[in-house]
């Protein structure tokens, strides 16, 4: 048989290989989710996410300096407040613990990009994430809350919010507040496409955000649905997003690559806890290679579509990337 056609020519060595490579990474568009909470000197692992740790803003300091050191120079960070209400006032005290970690941050760690996720989970007593009415989150309401919250962070700092609530309007009522108050720089980067998810139980123990009755399945979405994820994520481009997300990463990959293509903006998706911590158990036991299914599945998120990859691992496959592992 006469063969013209012969792909493993361009699979010969590691050389041509990377030559013909069709997807690329770069350590610039990895972002570190990260938790800080109230206190001093504390490092605290997270008993479901072995690796990942809950700091103080001392502590959260020593990491981003890690982190930077590395190649990885854009952070998420998430909020543990000592105190919570019915209304999640933390969220937006200007003396809140994001807001205080934010202003040392900015000071001691300057050339770090700080995005903050925008939400009352964490700081509601019922762990939902916006205002009750009954058992509901009352939409409307929430709004003003969650842009007094986006300012609260601007104004400490931040580089760019994340709303992660999925209230409709949200975008455009932070939009609105952050320009009218002079943040019109302050980009937005949209939980747009986020799944009412099993994959978010480890998160739920490192923020204490777990919902004290109910679900979230009347404003997170509905896994059965690709059309609505595609609404969901124009609406918010309408809205002013300048980014949208889809949340999880590994079992939404052909959701991100059709959202991918209907929008004009970049994409992220996240890579969540329960990714993290499956593949930190299932290497912990030694069923896998742990870098190369960390590897595997970053190159997969990137392959569908995504720009930005927020995810744990972030420092890992920054080495990754160096040691030509992947990238």
């Known amino acids: 048989m006469e063969m013209i056609k012969r792909p493993r020519r361009l699979r010969e060595n590691s050389v041509i290989r990377k030559m013909v490579r069709e997807t690329r990474l770069d350590k610039s568009s990895l972002v570190y989710p990260i938790f800080v909470m109230e206190g001093e000197g504390i490092t605290e692992e997270i008993p479901s996410m072995p690796g990942q740790y809950r700091y103080s803003i001392d502590t959260f300091i020593v990491k981003l300096k890690e982190l ?7 952070v998420m960070i998430f909020g543990i407040p000592d105190q919570k209400d019915e209304i999640g006032s933390g969220a937006y005290d200007s003396n809140g613990i994001v807001q205080r970690a934010l202003r040392a941050a900015k000071k001691a760690v300057p050339d770090m990009y700080y995005i903050t996720d925008v939400c009352m989970c964490e700081y509601t007593s019922h ?17 003003e809350l969650l842009a007094k919250t986006a300012l609260s962070h601007a104004e400490a700092g931040a580089d760019m919010v994340a709303p992660s609530d999925m ?6 009522a932070i939009r609105r507040k952050l320009d009218e108050n002079g943040y019109s720089r302050v980009p937005i980067m949209s939980y747009a496409v986020k799944y009412a998810s099993a994959f978010y139980g480890p998160f739920r123990d490192a923020a204490d955000s777990a919902p004290k009755f109910g679900d979230r399945k009347t404003y997170q979405m509905d896994f059965h649905n690709v059309r609505e994820g595609i609404k969901e994520a124009l609406t918010d481009v309408e809205e002013g997003a300048d980014i949208v997300m889809v949340k999880p990463a590994m079992s939404f990959l052909d959701v991100l690559t059709k959202v991918h293509d209907v929008v004009n903006v970049p994409v992220a998706c996240y890579s969540v806890s329960g990714e993290y911590a499956m593949v930190k158990a299932a290497a912990q036991n030694g069923w896998i290679d742990e870098d190369r299914i960390v590897g595997e599945m970053a190159v997969s998120a990137f ?8 995810t744990y691992y972030a420092e890992r496959i920054a080495r990754l990337i160096d040691e030509g592992v992947i990238g």
Request: aromatic share 2%.
């Open 68 to 74: 930077l050191a590395h190649g990885v120079s854009s």
């Open 127 to 143: 762990g939902h994430c916006g205002v009750l009415n009954g058992n509901d989150v009352d939409n409307d309401p929430t709004l």
């Open 167 to 172: 209230m409709d309007g949200r975008v455009l």
């Open 303 to 310: 392959r569908a579509g995504a720009q930005i990859y927020i």
